[in-house]
């Protein structure tokens, strides 16, 4: 079946960076665009990032020149590099297939001084 789980989340100060990881399995990889998702405490789910089969990448309006995603299709993984992270970039953050088809569990992300 089709399995999603993310790492890497933590609390981290302003300014700060984190790494994300969503490891795949149980679906063909390389075959499917990947995304992260977040939602923060009473507000809807939002795109952070999305890379496309042929490595294309899009990327909310918020994280633009912050954030960047990346794939390794050899190792099923999905990454989220975190840069210059603000307060307001607290949430859960979630690894998606093809936006929203499946759904990992979550990670928590805190940006606190």
């Known amino acids: 079946q089709v399995q999603l789980v993310e790492s890497g989340g933590g609390l981290v100060q302003p300014g700060g960076s984190l790494r994300l990881s969503c490891a795949a399995s149980?679906?063909?990889?390389?075959?499917?665009?990947m995304g992260w998702y977040r939602q923060a405490p009473g507000k809807q789910r939002e795109l952070v990032a999305e890379?496309?089969?042929?490595?294309?990448?899009n990327y909310g309006d918020t994280v633009k020149g912050r954030f960047t995603i990346s794939r390794d299709n050899p190792k099923r993984t999905v990454y989220l590099q975190m840069d210059n992270l603000k307060p307001e970039d607290t949430a859960v953050y979630y690894c998606?297939?093809?936006?929203?088809?499946?759904w990992g569990q979550g990670t928590q992300v805190t940006v606190s001084s």
């Open positions: 149980g679906f063909s990889f390389s075959a499917y665009t």
């Open positions: 890379v496309f089969i042929g490595g294309n990448t």
């Open positions: 998606t297939r093809a936006a929203g088809e499946y």
